[in-house]
């Protein structure tokens, strides 16, 4: 078996969030495959181009929707724009699942938040449709999300839906100056907007997501609000290169994070080494 031979996936729909950023939703080509594919809430994948390379992304859709898989990624390089170029029905390579999980099993019978900035949305949107989509077995979840800019938010269409449910409580904003006439949600850099929501840390659990300045500011305020080390877990997928643990770039210390991550709480964060 070749590990970096790709299973080829069609693209069935292209849905841009932002100027920079699009949504592609994949199915397998082999029927077999697409029947038999299975993954869990935070794990990766690789997608290639052919001819151009791969990238990695997280798998943004959640488990408990089966038949296809989505993936959200903004155009800054080589791969990334020669996704941007294609259309419904191109073939696309992908391989994994790869990594680990976000616990639900863990999680169940507990309160949730989740805490996402900018781009780092659809790790976290991948968590947040498997809780939903499994709805009352959890007690309350909060979702905690913001962008440089309104233009800046993905998954627009989503967060009008999750607004609405009685069962959701949504705090959405955008930083200082990003916001537009119309805007009705905060203004204010996440770390603020999460003090302002205070969720209670008794009995829950966080997943934070986002640019590592977010999470270095955010990670402190959650503490502060009475979440323990080992309730609160970030991905590190953008660390990823080859997905194997061949390559050596996802090493910080002993960890690779391809092979023992990208999910991590931060009490296993707080084990790596200082420069990370």
């Not at 069935?12 to 038999?36: C, G, K, M, N």
């Not at 979702?143 to 959701?168: C, F, H, M, N, Q």
């Not at 009475?226 to 997905?243: I, P, Q, S, W």
Request: hydrophobic residues 35%; positive net charge; aromatic residues 10%.
């Amino acid at each position: 078996m070749n590990l970096y031979q790709p299973h080829l996936m069609r693209i069935d729909e292209i849905t841009d969030e932002t100027p920079d950023t699009r949504s592609l939703r994949l199915t397998f080509r082999d029927p077999a495959v697409r029947e038999s594919f299975r993954f869990a809430a935070g794990q990766f994948g690789e997608y290639s181009v052919f001819g151009e390379g791969e990238s990695t992304f997280c798998i943004a859709s959640p488990p408990t929707r089966q038949g296809y898989i989505e993936c959200c990624f903004r155009g800054v390089g080589k791969v990334t724009h020669a996704l941007r170029r294609l259309r419904v029905g191109d073939t696309v390579g992908f391989r994994g699942p790869y990594g680990n999980s976000f616990p639900l099993e863990r999680m169940k019978g507990h309160s949730i938040v989740f805490v996402a900035g900018g781009i780092a949305l659809p790790p976290v949107r991948c968590v947040i449709w498997n809780v939903l989509d499994l709805r009352g077995e959890f007690k309350d979840v909060t979702i905690i999300y913001g962008a440089k800019t309104v233009s800046d938010l993905v998954y627009k269409r989503e967060l009008a839906d999750w607004s609405s449910r009685p069962d959701v409580k949504l705090w959405q904003a955008v930083d200082p100056g990003g916001q537009t006439p119309d805007w009705k949600g905060e203004v204010g850099l996440i770390p603020k907007i999460v003090e302002k929501a205070a969720p209670s840390g008794e009995d829950a659990f966080a997943v934070v997501c986002g640019p590592p300045v977010m999470i270095k500011y955010t990670l402190p305020v959650l503490s502060k609000l009475g979440f323990a080390d080992d309730h609160v877990y970030t991905t590190l997928e953008n660390r990823m290169k080859c997905g194997l643990g061949k390559c050596g770039r996802c090493n910080i210390g002993p960890v690779y994070v391809c092979k023992d991550g990208p999910v991590f709480t931060l009490a296993q964060i707080k084990q790596l080494p200082q420069e990370f």
